[in-house]
């Protein structure tokens, strides 16, 4: 019998979880809230129970502790979503599923999704950014996450706040999450930004924010794609703002070539997560 593969797409808000013979041959599928951590991991466990799986690959919000040879291998470090402080995503699921997992973030697994299926094809340097509840980043190098000594937290990054907005971020007020996630929309706003009519001027306000994080990533990284995914960027009119703010400010300094080739839409659209969580799931020699 053939063994299946199963993965995870742990987000804020919600789980998206999938068995597969393949990344890109989805037997089932279900998607649950994401909740306090013991009614989320039974949900999760519960799926996955009736199926005999080789393994699971996680991609999931963070921090988390990605070095496989560590004993808190899998372990979140950050309140980022309450509640999930100090739970151990590895130890979890070896305990209750008797599996072994490959664990990345929700973002890198994203970017490993597009490598291999979407819009990162023969991409050499891939940055996915999610823009909803939060804003998070994953970077490929050659088609391999990019970590160093802990993983990238670009939705922690300083950006211009000219008209001092306070900001949602509870660590730092007003880092890139904090000015330009979904929920700093809807305090900016006083309005949920999937309520925003397309003229609306929060759109401008928020490609000019989005710019000022994507130029830094430019000047960081010189990304081949930096592909644009999550719930805000579902306002497809934001894709050319967003390039004509980043060309604005980077003010020619070097080409950027054509940035409608560069900054970019998910190839897969909302399944670049699980895709890539079934990647990781293949094992290491896999991805």
Same mark, same amino acid.
């Given at each position: 019998?053939?063994?299946?593969?199963?993965?995870?797409?742990?987000?804020?808000?919600?789980?998206?979880?999938a068995?597969?013979?393949?990344?890109?041959?989805?037997?089932?599928?279900?998607?649950?809230?994401?909740?306090?951590?013991?009614?989320?991991?039974q949900?999760?466990?519960d799926?996955?129970?009736d199926?005999?799986?080789?393994r699971? /690959?996680?991609g999931?919000? #963070?921090p988390?502790?990605?070095? *496989?040879?560590? $004993?808190?291998? &899998?372990?979140?470090? !950050? =309140?980022?979503?309450?509640?999930?402080?100090?739970?151990?995503?590895?130890?979890?699921?070896?305990?209750?599923?008797q599996?072994d997992?490959?664990?990345?973030?929700?973002?890198?697994?994203?970017?490993?999704?597009?490598?291999?299926?979407?819009?990162?094809?023969?991409?050499?340097?891939?940055?996915?950014v999610?823009?909803?509840?939060?804003?998070?980043g994953?970077l490929?190098?050659?088609?391999?996450?990019?970590?160093?000594?802990?993983h990238?937290?670009?939705?922690?990054?300083?950006?211009?706040?000219?008209?001092?907005?306070a900001?949602?971020?509870?660590?730092? /007020?007003d880092c890139w999450? #904090?000015?330009?996630?979904g929920? *700093?929309?809807? $305090?900016?706003? &006083?309005?949920?930004? !999937? =309520?925003?009519?397309?003229?609306?001027?929060?759109?401008d306000?928020?490609?000019?924010?989005?710019?000022?994080?994507i130029?830094?990533?430019i000047?960081?990284?010189?990304?081949?794609?930096?592909?644009?995914?999550?719930?805000?960027?579902?306002?497809?009119q934001?894709?050319?703002?967003?390039?004509?703010e980043?060309?604005?400010?980077?003010?020619?300094y070097?080409?950027?070539?054509?940035?409608?080739?560069?900054?970019?839409?998910?190839?897969?659209?909302?399944?670049?997560?699980?895709?890539?969580a079934?990647?990781?799931?293949g094992?290491p020699?896999?991805?």
């Amino acid at each position: 019998m053939t063994l299946l593969v199963g993965g995870v797409e742990l987000g804020g808000t919600k789980c998206v979880l999938a068995v597969a013979k393949s990344p890109i041959e989805i037997l089932h599928r279900a998607v649950v809230p994401t909740e306090n951590p013991k009614k989320t991991l039974q949900n999760i466990f519960d799926f996955f129970s009736d199926y005999e799986l080789n393994r699971i /690959g996680i991609g999931t919000f #963070g921090p988390v502790i990605l070095d *496989s040879e560590s $004993k808190d291998y &899998g372990l979140l470090i !950050s =309140e980022s979503k309450k509640g999930w402080k100090n739970i151990n995503l590895s130890r979890e699921f070896s305990n209750n599923l008797q599996v072994d997992t490959t664990i990345d973030t929700d973002v890198n697994a994203a970017a490993i999704g597009e490598y291999r299926y979407g819009v990162g094809k023969d991409s050499q340097t891939i940055v996915y950014v999610t823009i909803g509840t939060g804003i998070g980043g994953g970077l490929l190098v050659n088609g391999k996450s990019h970590t160093g000594d802990f993983h990238l937290e670009l939705g922690h990054m300083r950006i211009p706040n000219a008209d001092n907005f306070a900001g949602i971020c509870k660590f730092h /007020g007003d880092c890139w999450e #904090g000015l330009a996630s979904g929920p *700093s929309m809807e $305090k900016r706003w &006083g309005i949920s930004a !999937s =309520e925003l009519s397309e003229p609306h001027p929060a759109w401008d306000k928020e490609a000019e924010l989005l710019a000022y994080g994507i130029v830094s990533i430019i000047a960081n990284h010189s990304p081949d794609k930096i592909i644009l995914g999550g719930g805000v960027m579902k306002q497809k009119q934001l894709y050319p703002k967003v390039r004509s703010e980043v060309l604005r400010i980077w003010n020619d300094y070097t080409p950027l070539g054509n940035l409608s080739e560069m900054i970019v839409e998910p190839g897969l659209g909302l399944d670049s997560g699980i895709v890539g969580a079934l990647i990781l799931g293949g094992g290491p020699a896999q991805i």
